[in-house]
């Protein structure tokens, strides 16, 4: 057990879920709490602030997509082992997080001990990355990215270009917002993109497209 406890960051959107994490970790003498936090943006202010040991994130929440949050996190606070936390093991999305230096990739039906034992390794000095996916995901993990976006990312891309948001993309095209953050995951790892703004730019130049216009300012 450590000197000091392990201080941790929670950052998920499901209140119910976040306080059950929350309570196995605080029954644990060698954990604390820190901060917590219901969207990306709100969580990157808290690791900001705390600097913790671990933060244990959410990968669909409300706000950036979790590619831009854990490079963000990864900017303010490198020394923070980031565990993500997902009901999917999408192989894309796992690669591409790795690639962003995550410490793990949890599916929410681990163990109370695969949790507890996750987070500890993930305090320790130890370089390796955690995974906890299904045998599935590991063994589609050596296919072929495809490199072109498909007519509906495309369309993402465009209204992501035009400034809206996750909720008025998914409006605009009649499906969910958890739809559309899919889209952007895709996106961003078939361009090789950390933001929006960069896979805005990527996108343009990779396509050879003329960016849409922005609204001009009234000078009076």
């Known amino acids: 057990m450590p000197d000091t406890p392990v201080r941790v960051v929670l950052v998920d959107d499901h209140a119910l ?59 303010i606070s490198p ?67 495809p490199d072109r976006l498909s007519s509906r990312e495309q369309e993402v891309m465009e209204l992501t270009a035009r400034a809206m948001s996750n909720a008025q993309i998914a409006g605009h095209l009649n499906i969910s917002e958890a739809t559309v953050k899919r889209h952007l995951y895709n996106v961003f790892g078939k361009l090789g993109a950390v933001s929006r703004i960069d896979a805005v730019n990527k996108y343009y130049k990779t396509d050879r497209r003329r960016p849409p216009r922005q609204p001009e300012s009234d000078p009076h």
């Open 79 to 145: 020394e923070t082992t980031i565990l993500i936390l997902s009901m999917h093991d999408d192989p894309l999305l796992v690669n591409r997080l790795i690639a962003l230096g995550i410490g793990g990739y949890l599916l929410k039906n681990v163990t109370r001990m695969e949790l507890l034992s996750a987070v500890r390794s993930a305090a320790g000095p130890s370089d390796q990355v955690i995974l906890a996916v299904s045998r599935g995901s590991l063994l589609n993990n050596d296919k072929p990215v």
């Open 17 to 75: 879920f976040r306080d059950g994490i929350s309570q196995i970790l605080r029954s644990e003498p060698d954990f604390t709490i820190v901060g917590e936090a219901a969207d990306g943006k709100a969580g990157v202010e808290v690791i900001r602030r705390e600097k913790p040991d671990v933060v244990l994130l959410d990968v669909e929440m409300p706000g950036p997509p979790v590619l831009e949050t854990v490079a963000r996190v990864r900017a």
